[in-house]
């Protein structure tokens, strides 16, 4: 408070025009008015009492006279401390920096001012304590109660007032006021029961000059304190619970705050990279980084990303470890934390390593038997690679021992009489007779003959002996009837009821012939649609379709490609006694065509080659031109997907051909060799 706060403004009045004045009671409600000399000089002030009293003698007195009666009263600053000059004086005028006279402070401003800020101050102090759940008593010093707050009044159910005056052991009985004052010492942690309710209660006394003018009692709702307690030991159970849940992980846990500073971790992470407590913890991971611990940090990932990521991680020692960090966010949405979890994969990638190496070596096993095997049926030899032609080997091999019938179908050239015969010599044997007839290349009339032979005279121009017919040639082997979708319609009801009664009668003849024959039938056209058509009879499709096989283009099945080129390589440098090889740009290439005319045309075009060509080796420049012209070129209506996963297929193929080792293609290609290998067995070039 400042001298100006408590000031009345007034006037000075000249000691020349002194006996002017007149004070008005109902003007001035001050005692007293300053006065100045000629010069403005402040030189006492003459109080109300004066003037009433001597205003008649002063037209007679001398100025000296009337100056022995001002009254001295002190001067203060207008800025000045208020409380200074409530300590040192009763009244006061009041002059701002230039001496010039501002006003008065009286003694009832003093009094009234130093009131109502002893009134604000209380209740101030009264807020304040009312706001606090600790119940306070102010007591004096013979024990009757001053100050109660609101704790206290809640506790004891009564109003302030009611309490207010009241002597302490009147409302709280336990209460040990007088112990204190005894002693003249503090009391502190005494039980005591306030109303219903038992509180820990500390009593201080109050001192003033040395002596003890009251105690204060301060005390605490003892159920609060038990909550307290325990939601304390709650959460002492809880930290225990996490602490052991976390050191039981067999995975090593980190927690970082979200700066990357290290802030625990558990005894697993400790074993798995060997590092202690107090070398990580408290270190950022930025420079656990630049000190070599680690080769990178998926906690600095999870701050800058602001989500979980999964790393493999180099830590100091050369092991790896699988980290996934995890953010943790604040209920406004900041990231607090970054849980990392740490598995070890060091044993898993040697593993992994070892699957792959195994993998590759079964690969090459694989290829060499499935070589081999393709060497072991005879003449007929069926090279393949592919899953799918070892699928359809499998199959033909399972069906040559029992004699039921086979429907193979295939775009032309894929190997269906190939397989045939497969089924043939696999089953019946090379003993027994394998006889083909090509059912498109017969007009109905000369196909009955041929399949069921004739008696003699049957019709003009027939042997006069007559003739056997294929079935009955046919008989305990094999009958390949080739090109069956082209059988004319009216003969596929006779062919049906041979399927069915395995007996026919030759043309003019009379008696049925029994043949055991087992019969496989081939086509390049789409049976089941011709069907729906209803040019190919569904009884007869049934009948053939018993043991179903589907040989897929070539263009399906390009890993058979290189191997089939190598093998007719090998055949006709034996035929024509070359020693020709051939560049591996060449067998790109020719993987890469779309060999509408499958195997055939394959082996008509290395062929063609070996012949023509004078170099010992095949290159680019020997292929026909309209294989070498072909440029891959995804047509505009392929999906990017597919386009992508065409050349990556094609890149791998190429690739392998060039190094038979996957882990060098993954060198080439510069990928992973988990991602070299995922992406071949994908593409189906291994299993
Ligand atoms: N997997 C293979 N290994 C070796 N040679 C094969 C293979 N597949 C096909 N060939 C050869 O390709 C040529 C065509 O085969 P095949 O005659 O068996 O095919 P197809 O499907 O019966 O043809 P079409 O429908 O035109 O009669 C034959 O010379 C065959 O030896």
Known sequence: MKAEDLMIEVQPVALADIHELKFDENKHNFDFIPVIDNKQQYIGVITQEILLRGLFTFETKSKDQVKGLLKNVPCILENADAWYLAENASQAVVVDGQGHIKGIITQTAIINGLTEFLNSYKEKFESVINATETGIIVLDSSGFVRIVNQTVSKLLRQEKVDIINRYVTDIIPDMPFLQSMEKQQPLFRQKVKVGNVL?????????????????????????????????????????????????????????????????????????????????VIGKNMRDLVNEGYYDQSATLQVIKNKRSVTINQKIKGDRIVLVTGNPIFDEKGDLVRVVNNVRDITELTHLRDHILKSREQTMRYKTEISYLRSMHIGSNEIIFRSRSMEHVLWIAQKVATVDSTVLITGESGTGKELVAKLIHNFGKGIDYPFIKINCAAMPESLLEAELFGYEKGAFTGAKKEGKPGLFELAHNGTLFLD?????????????????????????????????????????????????????????????????????????????????????????????????????????????????????????????????????????????????????????????????????????????????????????????????????????????
Not at 251 to 256: E, F, H, N, Q, Y
């Open 199 to 279: 509180v820990i209660n500390d009593i201080l006394p109050i001192k003033s000059n040395g002596k003890t003018i009251g105690a204060i009692s301060v005390f605490q709702d003892i159920s609060i304190l038990k909550q307290v307690a325990y939601d304390l030991d709650e959460f002492k159970n809880l930290t225990r619970d996490l602490e052991s849940i976390i050191n039981s992980s067999y995975d090593g846990l980190t927690v970082t705050d979200n700066n990357g500073v290290v802030l625990r971790m558990n005894t697993a992470y400790e074993r798995l990279t060997g590092f202690k407590a107090d070398e």
């Open 483 to 687: 090109e069956i979708g082209d059988m004319p319609p009216t003969f596929q009801v006779k062919m049906l009821r041979v399927l069915q009664e395995r007996e026919f009668m030759r043309v003019g003849g009379t008696k049925p012939i029994h043949v055991n024959v087992r019969i496989i039938a081939a086509t390049h056209r789409d049976l089941a649609k011709m069907v729906d058509d209803g040019i190919f009879r569904s009884d007869l499709y049934y009948r053939l379709m018993i043991v179903p096989i589907h040989l897929q283009p070539l263009r399906e099945r390009k890993e058979d490609i290189p191997i089939l080129i190598q093998y007719f390589i090998d055949k006709y440098n034996q035929k024509f006694k070359y020693n020709k090889s051939i560049s591996s740009q060449v067998i790109n290439k020719l993987v890469e065509y779309q060999w509408k005319g499958n195997v055939r045309e394959l082996e008509n075009v290395i062929e063609r080659m070996i012949v023509t060509t004078q170099a010992e080796e095949l290159t680019m420049e020997h292929l026909p031109e309209y294989i070498r012209d072909k440029v891959f070129k995804p047509s505009a209506n392929v999906k990017m997907k597919e386009a992508i996963e065409k050349t990556e297929a094609y890149l791998l193929a190429e690739s392998y051909r060039k190094y038979h080792s996957w882990d060098e293609v993954a060198k080439d290609l510069g990928m992973g060799r988990a991602t070299t290998y995922r992406k071949a067995s994908k593409y189906k070039l291994i299993d």
